[in-house]
């Protein structure tokens, strides 16, 4: 859709005003240019930093409240993304209001692959186009003309014909209901006023104040965002064929965005008779669970000893205790030493790069665990709070000695989709750090899938005597 310009208005002194007026968009059309394959990936990384910041916040704060806007407005000044107006025109805050534009479009070819990253991305984007359209304050008439979506005022007499009943509906004051101005949309639009008992609803019509009008905005939001994405995804095999793109995009879905905590430095940090005390005290529960598994049956299937593998790489064993340690419990099972040399000392040592292409492999990241090679019967490895029936899910929370008032938070997190936020939850209440994790949540937004992933370690190491080992990393 096109809008014209009077001839007559000051033309900006940056051309990317005339393509970026507001700090907010609604993303009709794809971005123009071209970027490198480093800025691509740089770029969605920041994007996915700032989606998952505002997840965080949103379980931390009720939505919309002073301590929400503060945390929010917090990140989006730090990962340097528009939500102001900006009175002077800078070419700065211009090409960050492109970075906003080509950042959203990357993710959206990387979250239009499954129903649920689908449903995470349109959240999280949700919530942030709510914070910014509260922050145009008056340019908020503007942003709906230049985006063609105007809704009409009711007329004084009308206002006033229906004066009591916008009273009761809005829970105004007389006095305030004379200066507000209420628009008249299908209540299909506004099922969440309605829902809620804030709007007055006849036949088949809602008046809604002007202060809530963000709900039908955000509502055709998502209207557009979800379609987009459908039809994003039909794209995928064209885009899977680039083979510079499909390893970016496979990768942005699953990837660890928290700080860097370099596997080396952690090695010859603990022993292996630490590992039983380190799993009941300290250790997520996708690993104490195949933690308990490979001592109970001595034995884990390929998609286990992966997972469990390289956790306990990264959280400090050298290659030969490794070996030792997978050795020891599988011949304590059904295989003799000269088999496990043949068929599973290989790929512990592939493991740490020392077979094949040589690659020095990583920790799984929580989404890894999360989204792929969910396991099957027999299996152990995948998160708890994602693979696990709540049936089966609450007795084993149960049996780690959590209170049942508890376990419901957990639960409730579990059902609400937010597995990673679960885990940190488990970890505040099993380690007595509600508070000091809730502030370093709150002040830094920071990942949960750092707790389940790398940050586990330093943590792990100060609950068992490795404080100063633990504090050097973190």
């Given amino acids: 859709m096109e809008f014209s310009r009077g001839s007559s208005q ?3 002194l940056c051309p990317l ?18 970027v490198s394959l480093q800025q691509f990936e740089s770029l969605a990384v920041e994007r996915l930093k700032l989606l998952k910041s505002i997840e965080t916040i949103g379980i931390s704060y009720a939505r919309g409240s002073e301590n929400y806007n503060k945390k929010l407005e917090g990140e989006l000044r730090k990962l340097k993304f528009p939500y102001r107006v900006c009175n002077d025109e800078k070419v700065d805050e211009y090409e960050m209001r492109r970075k906003d534009h080509i950042s959203h479009f990357i993710l959206r070819l990387a ?32 942003f709906l003309k230049e985006n063609g979506l105007e809704y009409h005022a009711i007329e004084k007499e009308e206002r006033e014909r229906l004066k009591s009943k916008l009273q009761t509906s809005s829970g105004q004051s007389p006095v305030v209901i ?52 459908a039809l994003t995804s039909r794209s995928l095999p064209v885009i899977q064929s680039d083979e510079r ?15 860097d905590y370099s596997v080396q430095k952690n090695v010859g940090k603990i022993s292996l008779d630490q590992l039983d005390s380190l799993a009941t005290k300290s250790y997520p529960p996708c690993m104490r669970q195949l933690h308990n598994a490979l001592r109970d049956n001595h034995h884990l299937r390929h998609g286990g000893r992966m997972q469990y593998g390289l956790y306990l790489k990264g959280l400090g064993l050298t290659l030969e205790q490794a070996l030792l340690f997978w050795k020891s419990e599988f011949i304590k099972g059904k295989v003799d030493p000269d088999k496990f040399d043949k068929s599973y000392a290989y790929n512990i040592r592939h493991n740490f790069g020392k ?38 899910l609450k007795p084993k929370l149960q049996s780690y000695k959590i209170s049942p008032a508890e376990i419901n938070q957990i639960l409730d997190l579990v059902k609400g989709m937010h597995y990673q936020l679960a885990c940190q939850k488990y970890f505040e209440l099993t380690h007595n750090q509600k508070n000091k994790m809730q502030e370093e949540r709150s002040c830094q937004a920071t990942s ?13 190491l100060q609950t068992d005597g490795g404080e100063k080992a633990g504090k050097e990393r973190l």
């Avoid at 101005?181 to 104040?209: C, N, S």
């Avoid at 793109?245 to 990837?255: A, I, K, R, V």
């Avoid at 949960?448 to 792990?460: C, K, P, R, S």
Wanted: net charge neutral.
């Fill in 17 to 34: 005003a005339l393509v970026y007026p507001f700090p907010l968009q609604l993303y009709p059309l794809p971005p123009q240019g071209a």
């Fill in 245 to 259: 793109l499909q390893p970016l995009l496979s990768n942005l879905s699953c990837s660890y965005v928290g700080q």
């Fill in 178 to 229: 004379d200066d507000q101005v209420f628009y008249k949309v299908p209540f299909t639009d506004a099922l969440e006023l309605v829902r809620a008992r804030k709007a007055y609803l006849k036949k088949g019509l809602v008046y809604i104040p002007h202060q809530e009008i963000v709900i039908i905005i955000q509502n055709e939001f998502r209207q557009r965002l979800s379609k987009s994405l």
């Fill in 111 to 142: 979250y239009c692959q499954s129903e649920d990253l689908r449903r995470w991305f349109i959240q999280q984007e949700l919530d942030l186009f709510r914070f910014r359209f509260g922050e145009l304050h008056d340019k908020q008439q503007e």
């Fill in 355 to 392: 077979e094949g292409k040589r690659t020095d492999y990583t920790p799984f990241s929580c989404m890894k665990i999360i989204l792929s090679n969910p396991p099957g019967q027999g299996d152990y490895h995948g998160c708890p709070f994602r693979h696990s029936d709540l049936d089966l």
């Fill in 10 to 12: 000051r033309q900006p």
């Fill in 448 to 460: 949960v899938e750092g707790i389940n992933d790398n940050v586990w370690v330093g943590i792990l």
